[in-house]
């Protein structure tokens, strides 16, 4: 358990509204990171953070932004809801101690949008 | 690019029985990490074994071991004595340190028979 939580764990919302994922960890890990989970896609990185405000995009962060204001906070917001963003949203952090290019997972968040 | 790649979408392994699990990869890097990531039903993410690459031993973890072949660049997990805890979704994923990226394999489904 590396002390990641995510919130909200499950959502139903409308096609068009914003959605706003949170990732909230207790470790004061510097890096964290969004991905996504599709069928047949394995898990695919949306967005990344490196430190306070410091953040970059990863390989499908079209539709995405995020913000990282605390170092124990990573927001991912969806900021008009379509269905193709329909998914299994995981955050991560990197580990700071020796094996630091390790990472772990919080629980996961499942969003359905109609 | 890098890409990683595992070829079986599903397997299947008797109790107490041993399985393996392949992942293939491609990389010009010549420093980095491999992976592997359970994710029972739960969809939690697990990290099961890491392996870097400038070591040539092979990583173990008490059931879990990996058959790590750098120039072929294969990356197996083998899981001995299967239990009925280890049905899964199992992910290879590859760290490349010039990339700071984690890269996924699209999974491979572990059904264990009683």
């Known amino acids: 358990d590396a002390g990641i939580t995510q919130s909200p764990r499950h959502k139903v919302t409308e096609t068009g509204t914003p959605v706003t994922l949170r990732c909230h960890q207790t470790e004061n890990h510097r890096y964290m990171y969004w991905y996504r989970q599709d069928p047949g896609h394995g898990l695919r990185l949306i967005h990344y953070s490196y430190g306070v405000k410091d953040t970059d995009k990863g390989e499908v962060s079209d539709g995405y932004s995020v913000s990282r204001s605390k170092t124990e906070d990573f927001l991912l917001t969806l900021e008009s809801a379509t269905s193709s963003q329909t998914s299994v949203y995981f955050c991560?952090?990197?580990?700071?101690?020796?094996?630091?290019?390790?990472?772990?997972f919080g629980p996961g968040t499942r969003l359905l949008v109609l | 690019a890098q890409t990683v790649t595992q070829s079986q979408p599903e397997m299947s392994v008797q109790e107490a029985e041993t399985v393996t699990l392949s992942c293939t990869y491609d990389?010009?890097?010549?420093?980095?990490?491999l992976f592997w990531y359970k994710q029972p039903p739960s969809r939690q993410m697990i990290l099961v074994i890491r392996?870097?690459?400038?070591?040539?031993q092979n990583a173990t973890e008490n059931r879990f071991s990996v058959n790590f072949q750098k120039a072929a660049k294969s990356f197996s997990l083998k899981i001995s004595d299967s239990q009925l805890g280890d049905a899964a979704m199992y992910f290879c994923?590859?760290?490349?340190?010039?990339?700071?990226?984690?890269?996924f394999g699209t999974g491979t489904l572990l059904a264990v028979q009683p």
């Open positions: 990389t010009s890097e010549s420093d980095y990490y």
């Open positions: 991560a952090i990197r580990s700071g101690r020796e094996s630091r290019e390790t990472q772990y």
């Open positions: 994923a590859y760290y490349g340190g010039a990339t700071n990226k984690l890269i």
């Open positions: 392996q870097e690459a400038y070591k040539q």
